[in-house]
C-alpha cells in the first residue's frame, strides 16, 4: 500500500486511529480528536496515560509495554478514558505493534462504547431493582417455558412448593400436581396460548416435596420474545389453603347449625331490634 493511500484511509477512517510511541502520539487522525475532546496539535503534546482513568493506568500501560517488547499480550480490550472535559468514556482499543521510522510503535484503534455501557448498566439496574422486588413478595412467580417447565422462580416459590432452588428448576408442573389438577393448569395455559388472554384459576391443589397438599390461587400470561413469538408463560402464585380451610369450616359448621336448629321441636325465629321478624 503507498503512503498515500495509507494517510487517506488513515485520516478518513470513521473510528479513532493513532500511532504510539515512547508513551506519546505520533500520529492521530480527525477521529481521535472528535472523540477525546482535544484537538490534534493538542493530543500531539498530552502523553498517552494522562487520557486513561486512574484506576486503569497501570495495566492499560503495562499492556502496551509488554506488547512493545514483543510479549504476546490480548489485541483487544475495554478500558476507561478520560475526555477533555473530564468525564468517564468506555471505549474498546484494538492494537498492534509496528514499526515507526525505524522503531517500535503501537497502532491503536478505539471505538467508543459509552452508550452501551451506559445501556447495560441501566439494564443491570432495572433487573436488580426487580429481582429485589420479586424477591421480598410473599407471592410466587414463576415463568415456565411452553411445555411447563419452570426457568425463572422467585425464592416464595420455593417456598410453597417446598423445594430447593435447584431442584425446582426445570421441574414440569405435572410433578407437583395430580392428574386432575395437572389438567387443570394444562387447560388454562392452553387458553392463555390461544387466545393471548390473561388467565386465572383457582383451587389448584399442589403437592410439596414433603408430600403435604396445599391449594394455590395463580394468574397466567404469555411471554413473547422480541419477534413477537411465544415462548412460555409467566404468572404469580398464592397459597390459599388457610383460607380454603377456613371456609370449609365455616360451611360445616353453618351446615350443622342449620340442622340443629331444623330438628329443635319448637317455633323458632330471628328479630330485629324493631321486632321485625328477619
Known amino acids: 500500500m503507498s503512503t498515500i493511500n495509507f494517510q487517506k484511509i488513515f485520516s478518513s477512517s470513521p473510528l479513532p486511529i493513532y500511532v504510539l510511541q515512547d508513551g506519546f502520539?505520533?500520529?492521530?487522525?480527525?477521529?481521535?480528536?472528535?472523540?477525546?475532546?482535544?484537538?490534534?496539535?493538542?493530543?500531539?503534546?498530552?502523553?498517552?496515560?494522562?487520557?486513561?482513568?486512574?484506576?486503569?493506568?497501570?495495566?492499560?500501560?503495562?499492556?502496551?509495554?509488554?506488547?512493545?517488547?514483543?510479549?504476546?499480550?490480548?489485541?483487544?480490550?475495554?478500558?476507561?478514558?478520560?475526555?477533555?472535559?473530564?468525564?468517564?468514556?468506555?471505549?474498546?482499543?484494538?492494537?498492534?505493534?509496528?514499526?515507526?521510522?525505524?522503531?517500535?510503535?503501537i497502532l491503536g484503534q478505539i471505538m467508543n462504547i459509552t452508550e452501551q455501557k451506559q445501556a447495560e448498566e441501566a439494564l443491570r439496574e432495572s433487573e436488580e431493582k426487580y429481582r429485589t422486588i420479586l424477591e421480598n413478595i410473599e407471592d410466587g412467580y414463576f415463568e415456565v417455558d411452553l411445555a411447563g417447565n419452570l426457568t425463572f422462580f422467585n425464592t416464595s416459590l420455593c417456598q410453597i412448593l417446598g423445594y430447593a432452588y435447584n431442584e425446582l428448576i426445570g421441574l414440569n408442573y405435572r410433578q407437583y400436581t395430580d392428574k386432575e389438577n395437572a389438567t387443570k393448569l394444562y387447560?388454562?395455559?392452553?387458553?392463555?396460548?390461544?387466545?393471548?388472554?390473561?388467565?386465572?384459576?383457582?383451587?389448584?391443589?399442589?403437592?410439596?416435596?414433603?408430600?403435604?397438599?396445599?391449594?394455590?390461587?395463580?394468574?397466567?400470561?404469555?411471554?413473547s420474545d422480541s419477534k413477537g413469538q411465544r415462548i412460555g408463560f409467566r404468572g404469580v402464585v398464592r397459597d390459599i389453603t388457610e383460607r380454603k380451610q377456613a371456609d370449609e369450616a365455616l360451611h360445616k359448621s353453618e351446615a350443622r347449625y342449620r340442622d340443629l336448629v331444623k330438628s329443635i321441636p319448637a317455633i323458632v325465629c330471628e328479630l330485629a331490634p324493631d321486632g321485625k321478624v328477619l
Open 187 to 223: 387447560q388454562a395455559f392452553n387458553k392463555v396460548y390461544r387466545t393471548g388472554a390473561h388467565s386465572k384459576l383457582c383451587d389448584v391443589e399442589i403437592i410439596r416435596k414433603d408430600g403435604a397438599k396445599r391449594f394455590i390461587e395463580t394468574s397466567i400470561s404469555q411471554i
Open 25 to 105: 502520539f505520533r500520529l492521530i487522525n480527525p477521529k481521535m480528536a472528535e472523540v477525546t475532546g482535544y484537538t490534534m496539535v493538542e493530543l500531539l503534546k498530552t502523553p498517552f496515560v494522562e487520557l486513561i482513568h486512574p484506576d486503569d493506568r497501570p495495566w492499560v500501560e503495562r499492556n502496551a509495554l509488554r506488547r512493545l517488547a514483543g510479549e504476546k499480550v490480548p489485541e483487544e480490550y475495554e478500558f476507561r478514558a478520560i475526555n477533555r472535559r473530564g468525564e468517564v468514556i468506555y471505549v474498546r482499543g484494538f492494537f498492534s505493534r509496528i514499526e515507526y521510522n525505524g522503531r517500535p510503535a
